[in-house]
């Protein structure tokens, strides 16, 4: 690098990244901040935060992907005897006699 770079149009370039980045940390701080109220919000009025924040992981997916996560959640828990099979999705039992078929 040459001295002009160093100390002139380089540095600068420097500084602005650095401010930029900075500013962004700062808004992404503030929009944390928003969030947690959202969810202090939304316990103080009854609901389950903890079931809200799997939703929204949920709706992050395709439905594809959300739909073998629940089939594989739905047979872990029929193999652990939590849900008999009469209580069973259909799209569980169906998917199941799939995989033993193959």
Do not use: C
Not at 1 to 12: E, P, Q, Y
Not at 32 to 46: L, P, Q
């Amino acid at each position: 690098m040459s001295k002009t770079k160093a100390g002139g149009l380089a540095a600068d370039q420097l500084k602005s990244i650095i401010g930029r980045v900075e500013k962004l940390e700062e808004e992404k701080a503030a929009i944390g901040a928003d969030i947690r109220d959202v969810f202090a919000e939304a316990k103080g009025n009854g609901f389950d935060v903890r079931a809200i924040r799997t939703i929204i992981k949920m709706r992050k997916m395709d439905a594809s992907e959300r739909e073998e996560q629940e089939t594989i959640l739905d047979t872990y828990l029929h193999a652990l005897g939590m849900i008999p099979d009469d209580e069973r999705p259909a799209r569980s039992r169906v998917k199941e006699e799939e995989f033993e078929a193959a």
